[in-house]
């Protein structure tokens, strides 16, 4: 059976891990050790716990890695290039790697520099870590796989039907890198906001919460269109908002990030598009004022 790595044990990591243990062998990889019995809650309330093998990017050895199918990439955005880094002699130049990250940067970065093949993910699952040795799978969602440039079609079709079977709903996709703009959408019209605010995702529905994300999809849509980014069936607006309301209960990424004094990923998610804004000599001054007050605060 085909062993899969997984670098990065926070909250995706872990669902990742505990789901595809279920039908393979997986190995999880941190920085710092974990109690290898780690808890699954399932959006039905149900607790899956299981033994799994745990290492740390120093006790990775090279004849495990050399087993391995893949290595699924799970860390923040920030923290993957160092983490790929930390164990990248010890994998082969041919590991297909998969890149979990949100955002648009790191993505492009790995791909131009690893010498196997790269997909990249974006998820729509909901998770969120209960302390050091379990994770709370808040809601289902779907999973899109495949490589910036199109490529290793059969690969991504391989690495979807795991997912699929191991009860992440995953499709294999040709064109990732549309998927992953509007991902970035979808983060840059919620995560921000709901971190300053430190509120639920449903509450930007409310005032004085949605005129806000109003703002920042006038200037995300500006943005994709000078990109030459197709618009979403429906328009930008409708894909928020139906995000908004599918993860109302949801407390983003970047809020729990913040709750647990963590680093946001504010610089990968509006970094991308402030960069795009300059180039094409838009104005965003919602985008900026909200990337300002996450710098510095990190
Ligand atoms: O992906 C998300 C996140 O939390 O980072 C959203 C879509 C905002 C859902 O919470």
Redesign the pocket.
Known sequence: MSLSLILGPGALGRLLALRLAEQAPVTLIGRRPLPPRQALTTPEGETLDRELDCRTTATLTRALAGEAECLHLTTKAYAAEAALAAVADRLRPDLPLVLWQ?GFGVQQVLAERWTGPVLCAT??E?AFLAGDDGVVHAGHGRTLIGALDGRHGSLAERLADRLTAAGLPATPVEDIRVRLWH?LA??AA??PL?ARFRIR?GQLRDRPFRPMVEAVIEEVAAIMAAEHIPAPEGGWDCLVWT?VSA?GN???????DVLAGRPT?HAAILGPLLAAGRRHGLATPTLAALHARFDGST
């Not at 949801?250 to 729990?256: I, K, T, V, Y």
């Open positions: 949100n998820t729509t909901g991902k979808v983060n919620i995560n709901v995702n995000v993860t949801n407390r983003a990424s970047m809020l729990q990923e």
